[in-house]
């Protein structure tokens, strides 16, 4: 009953692969992550440039890495199961749009890192990380607003203080012009 008031829910969930995003909560992915770490993971979900590299995730500091494989085994299993319910999708291309080229920026902004330098952690123009960071904190605003729909006060705080580490300095000026 749970997972279904989550998915009932995941209308408020329109940033980025829905189906994903309940997996990775009632599997409880987030429960032992920090703030930091679950907003960095949920930047995998909305940063969408490409990468060349055969593993995203070579280089990534093992705090990251760790959570990142669990999405990537979870949107492993959602594929199968579309899969298996002659959904047309191809497994491989699925799960590589993943992308986990923004997490060591995102986690390093929301420990207070001024964005110049979280641009030196980043492969993307100024623009690029600006407005990855605005469509990522709208993601982790649905989910504190799912969360607490679905009664998990818990989570519900953890994504708000997400959205508070997010909504700082340039990135979230209204006019460059001021």
Request: hydrophobic share 45%; aromatic share 8%.
């Given at each position: 009953m749970l997972t279904f008031s989550l998915l009932h829910h995941s209308s408020e969930i329109n940033t980025a692969n829905e189906l994903v995003v309940v997996e990775?909560?009632?599997?409880?992915?987030?429960?032992?992550?920090?703030?930091?770490?679950?907003?960095?993971?949920?930047?995998?979900?909305?940063?969408?440039?490409?990468?060349?590299?055969?593993?995203?995730?070579?280089?990534?500091?093992?705090?990251?890495?760790?959570p990142y494989y669990k999405l990537i085994e979870l949107a492993r299993s959602v594929a199968k199961v579309a899969i298996s319910c002659k959904i047309e999708l191809n497994e491989d291309e699925f799960v590589d749009k993943f992308n986990p080229g923004l997490m060591e920026a995102v986690f390093a902004w929301c420990k207070g890192v001024k964005f110049v330098e979280v641009q030196k952690l980043t492969g993307t123009?100024?623009?690029?990380?600006?407005?990855?960071?605005?469509?990522?904190?709208?993601?982790?605003?649905?989910?504190?607003?799912?969360?607490?729909?679905?009664?998990?006060?818990?989570?519900?705080?953890?994504?708000?203080?997400?959205?508070?580490?997010?909504?700082?300095?340039i990135v979230f000026c209204s006019s460059l012009y001021l």
């Amino acid at each position: 009953m749970l997972t279904f008031s989550l998915l009932h829910h995941s209308s408020e969930i329109n940033t980025a692969n829905e189906l994903v995003v309940v997996e990775l909560v009632f599997a409880g992915v987030f429960n032992d992550l920090t703030v930091e770490q679950s907003v960095a993971l949920l930047s995998c979900l909305i940063f969408d440039e490409r990468s060349n590299d055969d593993d995203p995730a070579q280089g990534l500091k093992s705090h990251l890495s760790g959570p990142y494989y669990k999405l990537i085994e979870l949107a492993r299993s959602v594929a199968k199961v579309a899969i298996s319910c002659k959904i047309e999708l191809n497994e491989d291309e699925f799960v590589d749009k993943f992308n986990p080229g923004l997490m060591e920026a995102v986690f390093a902004w929301c420990k207070g890192v001024k964005f110049v330098e979280v641009q030196k952690l980043t492969g993307t123009f100024e623009g690029s990380t600006i407005r990855s960071l605005r469509r990522l904190e709208e993601l982790v605003r649905q989910l504190a607003s799912a969360s607490k729909s679905i009664g998990n006060l818990e989570l519900q705080a953890k994504f708000e203080k997400g959205s508070e580490l997010l909504k700082r300095d340039i990135v979230f000026c209204s006019s460059l012009y001021l």
